[in-house]
DNA sequence: GCACAAGTTTGAGGCAGAACAACGTTGCCT
DNA sequence: AGGCAACGTTGTTCTGCCTCAAACTTGTGC
């Protein structure tokens, strides 16, 4: 693995506004680790004693029935903080978090948590704001489940991947970690088969082009009209 | 209206730690404010300019979709913080928050916000508590959409709401404020006409007894095997 | 006290999408 | 290179719940 080194941090937000020298002090305190494809960083009801960082892959983050199954409740890109129970008075993950990719991520005991807030007050409002934007993207599923066809939900929710980690290949924009029928459906709250064959239909007409854990939105507009936003 | 009393708030988790000379200072600087039953006290989109505490009442908070179809994203207790946008960094409200009965609220400039939680560490944590307990109830809403069948919803948001706003009366516990068949299918993702059925099979069974406007869960533990809690 | 509106109940029918089933395909591991 | 498991596709059946429809009930304002 490469040396820490303090540009992996300067430009994002939570750091932007921080000298060189705070950003050292950082980064002397974190914990970096790599984590294989498909496996946890930090499962659901564990003790909360670290938050993280991730610098570089894809993350699901991922909740369970009491009947076994699961329901992704979001996607971590990097440069974004994650598991930071610590911020809302936590002493539990709330949700299980999963490598999609194989993954380096940073992470700091939840005694800083305080430190770095009361000494940075920048990181405390980015946080803060990610949150915000978090609370929102959930208010906008749950109204999505509520009200809306799986046709359209589907549509939304690749919208949302494509926008949270698109890639420009040729020909369109491709979701830049592998995902699976299965996991669209774990986001949708349908079936993997119902994902499927709408994947299927949207082929046959050009929206998509789609493989193996490989999906590229060739007609983002098109996708945008199914997904019930307003002209 | 009564003058306002410091003992308002001592109980309240937000100022409990702090002294009468401090709550005397908040209370001074805060405007009281009345609703009427159905009224609005913000809309979603408006400039969050100010923040709120609810002394009396219930609040719905509501969320619109572009089709006109309503759902009701949380609701309020007394004692509860609300319409906390600047804590999130938001310049407008993300929601609705209506009136559910005739209500009685504090309200701040957000101007304050940054003034109470440096001044009141106990305000930041506790608001920031809050809002973890509800992220954390909108991933359990969004795992329910998605995965539980409506009969399992339905019962689910009945007991939530007899937790959150239960009043003892002879047989059983009411919800305190007046909810309509439509207000229950707007939190459970579902029609009025399916919530009319699913009380009128509960009340023959005897697990509910309701009225107009008003419900009594008698047997609280029956409705907890519908939601689909683990025995 | 009557009329009207708002809320509720109940019935009947249809359909989106889940469930069940079987087969095809691709990459990976030895 | 071959075998196997994971992933994907497609067809068929079935049903939970929505939609449409109509009547009933209860509060409320004139």
Do not use: C
């Not at 539990?92 to 948590?113: C, D, G, H, N, Q």
């Amino acid at each position: 693995m490469a040396q820490l080194d303090e540009s992996l941090l300067t430009d994002l937000p939570p750091f932007s506004a921080l000298d060189r020298a705070q950003i050292r002090a950082i980064l002397d305190q974190a914990t970096p680790k790599r984590y294989d494809h498909e496996s946890a960083i930090f499962h659901e009801g564990q003790d909360a004693d670290r938050f993280f960082l991730l610098l570089d892959g894809y993350l699901r983050v991922i909740r369970t029935t009491p009947e076994g199954e699961q329901i992704i409740a979001l996607h971590i890109s990097p440069g974004q903080l994650f598991g930071i129970a610590p911020a809302l008075q936590r002493d539990t993950y709330p949700a299980t978090a999963m490598a999609a990719t194989e993954s380096l991520a940073l992470s700091w005991p939840v005694r800083l948590w305080e430190e770095f807030t009361q000494n940075y007050p920048s990181f405390a409002t980015e946080t803060y704001k990610t949150l915000g934007a978090r609370l929102g993207e959930m208010q906008t599923r749950i109204t999505e489940l509520a009200t809306q066809a799986v046709e359209r939900r589907v549509a939304a929710a690749l919208l949302r991947l494509v926008s949270q980690s698109g890639r420009k290949v040729d020909g369109g924009v491709e979701i830049a970690f592998p995902i699976t029928r299965q996991n669209i459906s774990e986001m949708t709250g349908t079936t993997l088969h119902t994902v499927s064959r709408l994947l299927s239909a949207w082929e046959k007409s050009g929206i998509v082009k789609s493989a193996r854990k490989r999906i590229v939105v060739t007609d983002p507009h098109r996708l945008l009209l199914l997904s019930g936003a307003q002209s």
